[in-house]
């Protein structure tokens, strides 16, 4: 058995505040001298990289619908030890506790999760407008499924001492729950957001000047406004949990040579899970960072991958830097494998338009009307703002590929605001979508050469062939050249 003290932080919808909650609670956490490990439901990108900022530990993602039960449970125990072992295990949900992939099943929500992991949960309420409403909110939760373990309520947007008082009143009278926290209606509980969420935490590190200084007030706020003490008291009383049946976490034996693979990390790609990078080493890869924006010219590497971000935010920086794209290029002719994830594959195409007039509803940054050169190394001309896709996506490998071979499925994700056009008839694509949108009429993954773009994102958790498949393809190239 394996005995982790843990709480999950939940809401009764999205926007309740619980992001930034979280974000203070971590932090008041680690203040306290706690090693706290920090978790995200779901496929959210942004705020894990707010949970690892702040606590110093790699936040990891627990998805219901891609993972099996063994597959999560080996994650949170594993993350539990790998970067020392954590005091307590913080966990963020996903939206509202119950919504998930189905109306009629709790698959893919919060709720599975905290099924899965026993652990108490923590209500988030936006109490902004409500007093005695707020208990009528938490009492369905209660009663909705009698298997959660809902244990307290932090009260969010609470506007003066009249309105704490009533509201909680009535949630201790009516649902016999404590209220734990109190977080006042303040402005310096923001965080900056655009089209695709929270600005990620390493391009606020790097570009916003009070970064620092936001956090700490978030992290004051918070501290004032909950009980921390009983917080850690509710964390040790979670029960202990079965020990994963195997671990996916094991270092490939046999082939000792490493391969070397670029990892885009800068402002325009940030978007990694973890367990993917960390695969890619137990696989044999030694991982080398470098950056599109800033750096002229590419590390000695065997392979490429370019995760998600924001590259039409930055496409005049990146088509700026011309002897970059022009060695990527060079690389993609000479068959060197090459991996980009929705804003990888932005890049790789041939050239991004962003600010198209009267084009979507979703266009939350300043992006100016112009049209980029990009990579080229992948037909098609991307254009931002036509589309808006938000989608788990499921896919099968119609050919060999550096990420696996014919053949292999996997469950994925989608979230994007862009379309590829342009694209010729008889381009190659390597996926076949069953569920999702793809690039083109049920198709994901342009190829050409040994360069794979895709905006489906991969948890190399969840298809586990990801990590050695790359890890094969880098070693297969390098013994080519």
Known sequence: MVDIPRILISADRSSSGKTTIVSGLLAALVSKGYNVQPFKVALDYIDPSYHSEITGRRARNVDGYLMDENTILDVFTHACEVDGKADLAVIEGVRGLYEGLESKSDIGSTAQI???????????????????????????????????????????????????????????????????????????????????????????????????????????????????????????????????????????????????????????????????????????????????????????VDALYIGGGYPELFAEELEANKSIRKEILEASKAGMPIYGECGGLIYLTEKLTTGVKGKGTYNMADMPENTCEMVGALPGHTIMGLARVVSYNNGTLDCDTAIGKKGKSFIGHEFHHSEIRDIPDDAKFAIRITRGTGIREGWDGLTVNNTLGCYAHLEAASYQYFATSFVEAAREYRQRR
């Not at 949960?121 to 936006?126: A, E, G």
């Not at 499924?145 to 009260?155: E, M, S, T, Y």
């Not at 900056?192 to 390493?202: E, F, I, K, T, Y």
């Open 114 to 300: 905290a099924k899965i992991l026993k652990c108490p949960v923590i209500l988030v309420i936006n109490a902004r407008s409500i007093t005695r409403s707020a208990a009528a909110i938490v009492n369905g939760y209660q009663s909705f499924d009698p298997d959660i373990n809902i244990v307290g309520v932090i009260l969010n947007n609470v506007g003066n001492k009249r309105h704490e008082q009533k509201s909680s009143e009535a949630i201790e009278h009516y649902t016999n729950l404590p209220v734990l926290g109190i977080i006042k209606r303040d402005n310096s509980m923001q965080i900056s957001m655009r089209h695709l969420g929270l600005v990620p935490a390493l391009e606020g590190r790097r570009r916003v000047d009070d970064f620092d200084s936001r956090i700490e007030a978030i992290k004051n706020h918070v501290s004032a406004g909950i009980n921390l003490e009983k917080i850690v008291e509710i964390a040790k009383q979670a029960p202990e949990l079965p020990k994963p049946e195997q671990t996916i976490f094991t270092a490939a034996s046999g082939k000792t040579e490493k391969v070397t693979i670029g990892v885009a990390l800068d402002e325009a790609f940030n978007f990694y899970y973890q367990n993917n990078l960390e695969l890619l080493e137990l696989a044999g890869a030694k991982l080398t960072y470098f950056s599109p924006l800033h750096d002229e010219s590419l590390p000695k």
